[in-house]
């Protein structure tokens, strides 16, 4: 089993930029696919992005691409998501996730594609 705990959530205005943060253990990071979801109130949630065991290789929803950046770092058991040009549509609660069943690909875009998942940090963007 893989921990999660996010951090790093928060108020911010729109166009401003937050940084995420998740911090996994309980299995060997660097072999753990991560991704990014996000839950809006009264909606499903959806993938935002994915990163590949090395980190060299990254995946976004259309929503968020060009905005977002996803990044890890294998020595700290860390992946972030950085947040740019937020928008008001962008506030959701936000969702750390890990694959550990290997796999060729890094676009993996749908829940039950990931194995275990965090608790979750709220992001609100205010006009």
């Known amino acids: 089993q893989v921990q999660l705990v996010e951090s790093g959530g928060g108020l911010v205005q729109a166009g401003g930029s937050l940084r995420l943060s998740c911090a996994a253990s309980?299995?060997?990071?660097?072999?753990?696919?991560m991704g990014w979801f996000r839950q809006a109130p009264g909606k499903e949630r959806e993938f935002a992005a994915s990163i590949s065991y090395s980190g060299d290789a990254t995946y976004y929803a259309d929503s968020v691409k060009g905005r977002f950046t996803v990044s890890r770092d294998n020595a700290k058991n860390t992946v972030s998501l950085q947040m740019n040009s937020l928008k008001l549509e962008d506030t959701a609660v936000y969702y750390c996730?890990?694959?550990?069943?290997?796999?060729?690909?890094?676009?993996?875009?749908?829940?039950?594609?990931?194995?275990?998942w965090g608790q979750g940090t709220q992001v609100t963007v205010s006009s």
């Open positions: 309980g299995r060997t990071f660097s072999n753990l696919l």
């Open positions: 996730a890990a694959r550990y069943r290997w796999t060729s690909r890094w676009d993996r875009t749908l829940e039950n594609e990931y194995d275990s």
